[in-house]
């Protein structure tokens, strides 16, 4: 089992930038790729970002490409997604996940075992 946990969620104006963690924590944290969903009310999951166990693969959603970056520090057992450019559409509560399936599978929801909480990130116009 691993537990995650978000953080870095908060208010901020559109155009500018936040920083979002995933920390977790049980066993060894290499061992699985790490999933960003976002949800906004009224509106369905919606994938945002992915990365694989090694970092060496990484994916995004259509409508955070070139805006918003994840990493991982498997030594600190934290994923990260830095968000720039933000628009109120971004406003969602932000979870991450985290997933024992191959790299190419990690854009799908149901490929994730485990998940977060969520974060609230609200974009002001």
């Known amino acids: 089992q691993v537990q995650l946990a978000e953080s870095g969620g908060g208010l901020v104006q559109a155009g500018g930038s936040l920083w979002l963690s995933c920390a977790a924590s049980?066993?060894?944290?290499?061992?699985?790729?790490i999933g960003w969903f976002r949800r906004a009310p009224g509106k369905e999951r919606e994938f945002v970002a992915a990365?694989?166990?090694?970092?060496?693969?990484?994916y995004y959603g259509d409508s955070v490409k070139g805006r918003f970056t994840i990493s991982r520090d498997n030594a600190k057992n934290t994923v990260y997604l830095q968000m720039n450019s933000l628009i109120p559409e971004d406003t969602a509560v932000y979870s991450c996940?985290?997933?024992?399936?191959?790299?190419?599978?990690?854009?799908?929801?149901?490929?994730?075992?485990?998940w977060g909480q969520g974060t609230q990130v609200t974009v002001s116009s």
């Open positions: 990365i694989n166990k090694s970092g060496g693969s990484t």
């Open positions: 049980g066993r060894t944290f290499s061992v699985y790729g």
């Open positions: 996940a985290a997933s024992y399936a191959p790299s190419l599978s990690l854009v799908v929801p149901a490929a994730y075992a485990f």
